[in-house]
């Protein structure tokens, strides 16, 4: 079969993998090619265990794998064929050096940028798709332009706007496509050259065009303002849990005002996930180096109200169970950061996880998707740390439970059976407010919700 054109992504992470499998599975006529610097990665994607999990990715894979979407580790003859080059590879923060703990370590980017350089034999359109700080578009542009064979790259900026768990749906009816170019002709030509691929199945008027600068901004300021809603509303929970307010009525009342939306306004014991909390010091950092400290500090706060949260959610733990947890068994249910998928990067259990062992608890974790990553975080821990798939074995015998991710499967528990199975008095922490917590005080369970008053036996 010939194709129209030969698409590669460099970078088969949960962006690249997933992005890549859309465009193939509604774009027949593209050859879509994945490529990796981590061989077992690529392994897992040609097999019938996905590296990662996430709901209808591997229908569309399957569906799609060595019919027009392929993965390899061959990323020189990826670069050769290519006509347009995603770029998805990590972005993390920098740990060393100077901005170490704030700055985007761009490493894994400028190593690509060099190596599309190097491979390439024909003019190629790239495609920032990983979340780069702004105007790396640019630094991108002049290291391409070092060739001497007079090789034309035009840059794009398309930021994803997926969120896990929920990623095949956000790539098939995404609220917005964005895509950043150079008004050059050139870089309208490519800019449209990109229009076209999410022609095939986004509507029009949500593929939107903007420069580069703007587009690399908006990315990260999405971020920011998401989590800064999380933020904001986490940071009323303890004012609640004081003023006997309830931060689910609080919640639903100003949800209801059009101009706020009802979205993102679900209390927890704070947000996680890889992106959020490098993002906003990308943006801070950035910040800073432009000499804006008070926009700066503006945002860092928003993490700040984070660290806070996750803190204040073992203390309450610590105060609750007659401040001390030492030889105390404590079930984790759930250690994603969300649910629906089986991620744990910057999960808020890492830090919950490691604050209770740290108070000598004994932990046993309990999750659908996350085991697996929940022991590679926890590896070398200084303590007793056990895991189970089923959460009634995980809370047999017990002090208390804590529930860190929002799995659906734990509404439906029989909590009197699980009260039973455990020492009293029992505790449960309900880190997201999922649970009927009237009946599992009724039970006889002593309930701590976020951002209501506790239901307690003394
Ligand atoms: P990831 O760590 O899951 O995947 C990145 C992949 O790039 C890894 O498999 C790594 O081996 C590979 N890689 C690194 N250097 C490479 C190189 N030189 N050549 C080939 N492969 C290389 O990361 P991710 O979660 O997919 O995120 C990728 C980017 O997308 C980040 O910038 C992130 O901020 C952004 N993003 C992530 C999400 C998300 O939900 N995870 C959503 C939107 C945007
Ligand atoms: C987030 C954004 O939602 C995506 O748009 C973005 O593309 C992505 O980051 C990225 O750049 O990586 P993601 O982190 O996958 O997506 O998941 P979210 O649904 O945003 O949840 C993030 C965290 O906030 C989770 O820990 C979640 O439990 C928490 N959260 C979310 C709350 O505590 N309350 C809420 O109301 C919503």
């Not at 027949?28 to 981590?38: G, R």
């Not at 061989?39 to 590296?51: K, M, Q, V």
Request: charged letters at 25%; aromatic letters at 10%; a negative charge.
């Amino acid at each position: 079969m010939t194709f129209k054109k030969n698409i590669l992504c460099i970078g088969g992470g949960y962006v690249g993998g997933s992005t890549m499998a859309m465009i193939a599975h509604k774009c027949p006529h593209y050859k879509v090619t994945v490529v990796d610097i981590n061989p077992t990665r690529i392994a897992e994607w040609n097999s019938n265990n996905l590296p990662i999990y996430e709901p209808g990715l591997d229908k569309i894979v399957i569906s799609t794998r060595g019919k027009n979407l392929f993965f390899t580790t061959d990323i020189e003859r990826g670069i050769k064929e290519a006509e347009i080059i995603f770029v998805s590879v990590n972005t993390p923060v920098k740990t060393f050096g100077a901005g170490a703990g704030m700055a985007a370590d761009l490493q894994y980017w400028e190593k690509t940028a060099r190596q599309i350089l190097e491979c390439s034999e024909s003019s190629k359109i790239i495609v920032e798709k990983s979340t780069f700080p702004v105007r790396t578009a640019f630094a991108m542009e002049r290291i391409l332009s070092l060739n001497e064979n007079n090789i034309h790259f035009d840059v794009l900026s398309n930021p994803e706007f997926l969120a896990e768990g929920t990623a095949i749906k956000d790539l098939e009816y995404p609220d917005r496509v964005l895509i950043g170019s150079r008004e050059t002709p050139s870089g309208v030509k490519a800019r449209n050259e990109l229009i076209e691929i999410y022609a095939n199945w986004v509507p029009k008027d949500r593929i939107i065009t903007s420069n580069i600068w703007s587009s690399e901004l908006s990315k990260l300021v999405a971020n920011a303002f998401l989590a800064q809603r999380i933020s904001s509303i986490n940071s009323f929970t303890a004012f609640c849990e004081k003023s006997e307010a309830d931060i689910n009525e609080v919640a639903r009342a100003i949800g209801m005002d059009s101009r706020l939306g009802d979205k993102f306004l679900n209390p927890s014991i704070g947000w996680g996930g890889s992106c959020f909390k490098k993002d906003i010091f990308n943006l801070v950092y950035l910040c800073r180096h432009y000499g804006l400290d008070e926009v700066a500090n503006y945002w860092e706060a928003v993490v700040n109200i984070n660290e806070y949260q996750k803190e204040r959610f073992v203390r309450t733990m610590l105060s609750a169970m007659f401040n001390t947890l030492a030889g105390k068994k404590i079930c984790l249910f759930g250690f994603a950061f969300k649910a629906n998928t089986g991620d744990t990067r910057e999960s808020p259990a890492i830090f919950i996880a490691t604050k209770l062992i740290d108070e000598r608890a004994e932990l046993v974790i309990t999750d659908p998707k996350a085991l697996n990553n929940a022991r590679i975080d926890l590896n070398g821990i200084n303590g007793t740390v056990s895991y189970s798939e089923d959460p009634y074995e995980a809370a047999d015998g017990c002090d208390a439970i804590a529930v860190v991710t929002e799995w659906e499967v734990y509404k439906d528990l029989d909590f009197k059976k699980i009260f039973q199975s455990m020492v009293k008095p029992a505790f449960i922490f309900d880190g997201r407010n999922i649970l009927n917590h009237k009946q599992l005080f009724d039970i006889g369970f002593n309930v701590f919700p976020i951002g209501k008053p506790a239901l307690t036996h003394f």
